[in-house]
């Protein structure tokens, strides 16, 4: 275990300079609730590098999960060292991502809704035996248009991203609290719920 995360650790590290490990993966899907509509996430190079090499978010997910096991082992066993923390914490980074939709608000009069929001995720929150489980969270913004007036607002994102064992789908769950700021300071609510699957990747620029 701890010879394969090394050399994943070593190879991703390698590859930073290259075309694929340039491009970031980009997720689409649809998100039903409140609000209604087409979802889609851009996430960080970081993460779009670890799962281009090794095959797939599930394939990086299988490492992930063998590494966490190993590194629990090792840990009890009081043989922890900084090579095997460092590899720890690059698989289960805080890896970053853009997530928005272009959706339909049913709630205080139906309006086109526009949002988008910086996400943080937390692999190593949860341990499930099939797939992955990760909590994120995050701050964004959101723009409902009416036919007479729009409102802007700002999101606070929180919810549960779950990969589909045996497939690249992911489904979601989130609550979304908001403060709208215009044209006046109202509080309000979002909860949905939705599922993406990667369908390519994007270059991003240095």
Do not use: C
Request: avoid cysteine.
């Amino acid at each position: 275990m701890h010879r394969t995360a090394l050399i994943i650790a070593i190879v991703i590290t390698i590859s930073g300079g290259s075309t694929r490990a340039q491009d970031r993966q980009f997720d689409a899907g649809i998100i039903v609730g409140e609000p209604s509509g087409l979802s889609f996430k851009l996430w960080d190079r970081e993460f779009s590098t670890l799962t281009a090499l090794t095959g797939g978010r599930q394939q990086a997910a299988s490492i992930r999960r063998l590494a966490n096991a190993g590194y629990s082992i090792i840990s009890q066993l009081g043989l922890d060292s900084d090579e095997v923390e460092e590899i720890h914490r690059y698989l289960n980074r805080d890896y970053t991502a853009f997530a928005g939709a272009v959706a339909w608000s049913f709630f205080d009069r139906s309006a086109f809704q526009v949002h988008l929001d910086y996400l943080h995720h937390w692999f190593d929150f949860f341990r499930v035996e099939e797939g992955e489980l990760n909590l994120y969270y995050g701050v964004g913004a959101r723009v409902k248009v009416f036919k007479d007036d729009s409102r802007l607002g700002v999101r606070f994102p929180g919810g549960l991203d779950y990969l589909i064992p045996d497939s690249e789908f992911n489904i979601f769950l989130e609550v979304v609290p908001i403060l709208d700021l215009y044209p006046d300071i109202k509080p309000t609510l979002n909860v949905s719920f939705g599922a993406r699957y990667p369908i390519g990747y994007i270059r991003s620029r240095r």
